[in-house]
């Protein structure tokens, strides 16, 4: 057993976990931080995305003690109060989620995409960028809709700040 000191949606918390504890794990079983899926066991469908220091990670790929000293943020910690960020609105509006199991990991790498990116995205880079997201019941095209209309939103969302 080790405890992970981290801070988590801005909150700063220690968990006692065993060594071999996965970071999804903990953020699920630990902390009742549920919106972060697992979908598969070969690190291949991205529905664990978090950010650890701002960065998009698949978090069940990673030691839960990796993440000690780090900053993480879930899905549940990009919504400010009652207002969505903007590519939570997005995928709403653009209709980019069905079953939604997908959707917490999808939003997660998608703002990682836009930081990275900036105004500079098109298409196929939207496309490219989210092989590591599966998403089963989509066929992916609302969703590459709503990550090109958010990045215009997290623009004008950033402006105003
Ligand atoms: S659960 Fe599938 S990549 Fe992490
Ligand atoms: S919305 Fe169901 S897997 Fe993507």
Do not use: W
Not at 48 to 76: W, Y
Not at 94 to 123: F, K
Not at 126 to 134: A, F, P, Q, T
């Amino acid at each position: 057993m080790s405890t992970v000191k981290l801070t988590v949606n801005g909150k700063a918390v220690a968990v006692d976990v065993e060594d071999r504890t996965l970071l999804v794990h903990l953020l699920r079983d630990h902390l009742n931080l549920t919106g972060t899926h697992v979908g598969c066991d070969t690190s291949q469908c991205g529905a664990c995305v978090v950010h650890i220091d701002g960065k998009a990670v698949k978090s069940c790929t990673m030691l839960a003690g990796q993440a000690d000293g780090a900053s993480v943020t879930t899905i549940e910690g990009i919504a400010k109060g009652d207002e969505l960020h903007p590519m939570q609105a997005a995928f709403r509006d653009n209709h980019g989620l069905q079953c939604g199991y997908c959707t917490p990991g999808m939003i997660m790498s998608a703002i990682d995409i836009v930081h990275r990116h900036g105004g500079q995205l098109d298409e196929a880079t939207v496309r490219h960028e989210l092989e590591g997201n599966i998403c089963r019941c989509t066929g992916y095209h609302n969703i590459v809709k709503a990550v090109l209309d958010a990045a215009g939103r997290m623009k004008v969302s950033q402006a105003a700040e």
